[in-house]
Every structure is written in C-alpha cells, then in structure tokens.
C-alpha cells in the first residue's frame, strides 16, 4: 500500500497519468495556476455534499491550488457514512454503524485514504455474515447454528430440485449460496437468484471436484469464494441478476473485510479537519443552472433562498436528490440518465445492551439471519469500555423490506424488531437489557434519498455504459458519488469517483485558461 503525502495528491497524480495521460510537475505548494500554466487563474469550486466523495473532491482540489467552499444541507459530515454513539461523544462509547460499517481490503483506493489520515494502525478485521459457525439461521422450525445449516438445508433442496438429482457437494454449495442469497438479497431479487441457481449454475458445479473447498467441521461447509476464483466459466452460467447481485454477496462475505476501531465517521471527521475553509452546513441545493461561464446554484440557506454563481461545481448528492432539484442548461439524454439509475433503501435498527449476552452462546461477532423481518443482525465488535454497555445491529434490511420498516415512527420500528428478534434472543426480553435504540431508514432521509445505486440485472458493457453517462459533466458542472464509480455502494467507488472529478476538472480548466473566470459570487435572494 502506498502512502500519499503532500504537497501533491498521488491519487489524483496516479488517474492523470492512467486515464488522463496527465503529467503534474511536483512543487512544494500550491499555486493558482493550471497545470500547464501556473499564471493562469483557477477560480473557485464549490462541492455540493460533504459525505466522503465531496470531502475528497474538497481536499485533492485545495491540494491542487484551487479555492474550494463545500455546501452541505444537513448539520453532520459523512454523508452515509454514520457512526451514532450511545453514551456520549467519548472515545470509550458504544457506537452502532447506521451507514457504512465495512470495506474489503482490496479497495485500495479506501486503504490508501486511511492511510494517509493517519489511522492505519486502527483497522480491525469485520465479521460478517458466515464469519462465526455459532451465529444463527433461522427456519420454519427454529434456528440452527451458522455452522450447520447448510448440511441441514440440503435436505430441503434436494427435494426442491427433483427429478435432478446432484452430488452431495453440489447441493451443499447450493445451501450455501443460498442461506446467501437469502440473508441479504432484497424480496424482490429472491427468487429470480433462486431460479438462476437452480436452472443453471448447479448443473457446471456437478462438472468441479468440490472436495478441495470442503470446510469446517465434519466438512459442513463450502468455500465459496474459492470455487468462483478458481473456476470464473461459472460466472457464464449465472443469470443476470445472479451474476451481477454474484459480487455483493462474495464482497459482502468475504474474509478480508475491515473496519476502523472506533467508528468509521473517524474517516470523515478527520478528513474534515484537513480542509482549508470550515463546511457550510444548513445550505441545502434546491437549483441548478448551468450556464456557458459558470454553475448558478438556488440554496435554501437558514430560511432564505439565496442565489450564487460558481466557476465549476462538483455535485456529489446522490441521485435521488438530485432529481427533486430544479435543474436547467442540462441535456435531454443526461435527465434521462439521472431518473433512470435504480437505488434500492436501506433500513438499520441498533440496540444498546446492557453486555453482550451473545458472547455467553458463543456467538464471538459476526451475523445471525433470523428469517423473518429482520433479516440481518450483527453482532459488533466491543471497542470501548465494556462497563458502558454493548451495541446489537438488531436489523438490517435492504429493498422492500428496509422501506416497510422505514415507514414505521422510529419507536413502532423499535419495538417490532425487539419483539420478533427476542424469539431469536430471548435475553434481550430481560429487564434492563436494552438499554436505548437507534436505527436510519435511508430510504426516507432527506439527504440520501435512498440506502445506495445498484445495477442488478444488467450487462457489463451496460453497466460502464450507465456509469460514464452519470459521472459525464455538464460544462463546468462535474458529477462524482458511489453512483459515478465502478464499485456502487461502497466507500472506494465514492473516492474513486471524486478523484476522477478532479482530473475531469483539471483538464477542463487547463482548456479554459485565457479566458477571464468570475469568482465565486457574493450571495444574492433569489
């Protein structure tokens, strides 16, 4: 892992090179010209959104020399990044992930960003859903443990497929891939993936020697994970949405995943603190209007519609905030393509315990899958003082799921989850076990609009195709956000994509010097 330093963004340096066949010479600050002439004048950039993808964009482009304001609508940095702490703003509390709370190790853009802000010794491995044999499944007739639920589950699917008759084997990675696909795919996607499965990938499985990837005690479980890498000609017998909802679920199970001790808003707060001027909360973006000398930006600010004229402009809301604005100068094909993305809503439900009652089953982290509702729980790491208690992620849905709990006031919410997770975890019934609840449906957020982009269902080519059309810009207004990346929904393809922002603005602006850029405007009413 490379470390990046100032005075310039290697990050930024390393996509100019790469896909922008883009030299920077290195100096030892920054100056306000572009970078083919340093005389030249680079105005002023405003980012819309102070999640992770409009921190970075904020940070490379001050790096870079550039003035740079960040307008952000809410009163928090972090965007979907959200760390809530139970007992206070103390190093020692109980946090709950209510957004991101994972990123595999692979994502090198995210790694190198920890990194540089100083917080590679807090890395700590993730647990997630298949990561601990003594977590729960739950079934029509009760729960059986994580590491015996497949051998359990072959049982039911050997009767599900008949008259086709299969190996041993190839049923167990079919209970495997399906206890899965069951645990995270949304309702909707559920039994298309579960007819992909069954029609067509278990018949190439049968063709594999599956006794190598046996795992676990008494071999009741599969290495999943290394039957895809060895054999990627099984990608070509999944379906469309099995192959691409295929890496949500090796991501999301995999063995390398990491979280920051402490909270993953760590990220973004320090990140935060790395900017130059301080984030204006409360300017919420209702307008934009894209003109042939700059971006003019409607802002509802403290009560009062003001108007303001921008040089260049990143905007890094997600889309489905995006489309409530009031947008003009934007070609017909690009309003086409911001409706068009698919978001699906994301609801998470977090309980804080009076101890972690889980640890005395054996449960020692990772996730249970009810069956019911609820879906998902986890079971976090303790960070913090273990007197002040321990955080249960009691629900976390995705989908139709994630919107019916997310139509619920937050207390119904609470209570229909301690209710159904308790036949699961009766301890949690116990008085004073639960000490406080606090859950997101980012679904019904004002600032996300929805839990994340996705591209279930389509085509490679189409995929890229849709990626290049969002994060394309209009004049000098630039577009960045895990919706404009290759890896939707995770922390790298937000960085990703503001770092590709920046390169876009760089050169953009070296093809506008010469001509005289208006500053950032003083604000106006509207």
Known sequence: MRTIGPPRSAAVNETWRGRYRFTVHNRTAPTHGDPHDPSAPKGTVAVIGA????????????QLGYEVIVLEGSQRVGGRIYTYRFSGPHADSPVAELGAMRFPARHMHTMAYISRLGLADELRPFKSLLADDNALHGTTSGYLRLGEAPRALMTDLREALRPRSYRDATLLFAAQLSLIVDAIAPPSQREGLRHDLHSRLLDRVEEIDLRA???????????LHGIFAQHPELRGACGGDLNTFLDDILTETSAELFRIRGGMARLTDRLARRLHRPIQHGREVVGMAVQHDGVVLTIRDRG???????????????LPVLRRMRLSGFATDKLDV????????????????????????????????????????YYPAIDGDRALGAVLLASYTIGDEAEQWGQ????QRHAAVLSELSRMHPQLGSPGMVLGAVSLAWGRNKWSGSGCSVRWGKTLAEQEEERQAVARPVGPLFFAGEHCSTAP?????????AIEAVGQIVLWNSGQRGAPRPAFSSATDA
Do not use: N
């Not at 999640?51 to 001050?62: N, P």
């Open 51 to 62: 999640g992770i993808a409009g921190l970075v964009a904020a940070y490379e482009l001050e």
């Open 213 to 223: 990837y046996l795992t676990g005690h008494r071999e009741a479980g599969i290495d």
């Open 304 to 318: 009062r519609m003001v108007t303001r004229r921008c040089d260049i402009v990143v905007c890094t809301a997600p």
């Open 338 to 377: 911001i409706h068009g993305v698919k978001y699906v809503p994301a609801t998470k439900i977090a309980f804080h315990c009076r101890e972690a009652f889980w640890e005395r089953e054996g449960i020692s982290g990772g996730a249970s899958f009810s069956g019911g509702s609820v879906r998902q729980t």
């Open 408 to 411: 619920m006031p937050a207390h």
């Open 489 to 497: 929904a995770w922390i790298d393809g937000a960085i990703q994509s």
